[in-house]
Nanobody
Framework: VQLVESGGGLVQPGGSLRLSCEAS????????MDWYRQAPGKQRELVAS????????RYADSVKGRFTISRDSAKNTMYLQMNQLKPEDTAIYYC????????????WGQGTQVTVSS
């Protein structure tokens, strides 16, 4: 499975961005996908998750009510809609796919920078 993120950029506080993560390869083996972020000097943290079979979602407390994870199976793409952005949301955002091919595996995208600043 290969992942490519897009959609990052510079936005003012209170603004919105939508990140995309396009998957290719053994798509049918993917059972879950996540968005992570890593701010300078901090550990990578889980932002949101989606279970492919049920579309069940989960969010970090820091983004609940502001971020929405979704997917479009026809486009093999996962999204992260980010609203009411805050300076503390500034980070590199990564998507991750969890899939099963003889064993459980993960794939990461290359990351996309999100900067929230006036």
């Amino acid at each position: 499975v290969q992942l490519v993120e897009s959609g990052g950029g510079l936005v003012q506080p209170g603004g919105s961005l939508r990140l995309s993560c396009e998957a290719s390869g053994s798509i049918s083996s993917v059972y879950g996908m996540d968005w992570y972020r890593q701010a300078p000097g901090k550990q990578r943290e889980l932002v949101a998750s989606i279970v492919i079979r049920t579309d069940t979602t989960r969010y970090a407390d820091s983004v609940k009510g502001r971020f929405t994870i979704s997917r479009d199976s026809a486009k093999n793409t996962m999204y992260l809609q980010m609203n009411q952005l805050k300076p503390e949301d500034t980070a590199i955002y990564y998507c991750r796919a969890n899939y099963y091919l003889d064993e459980c595996k993960t794939a990461w995208g290359q990351g996309t920078q999100v900067t929230v600043s006036s």
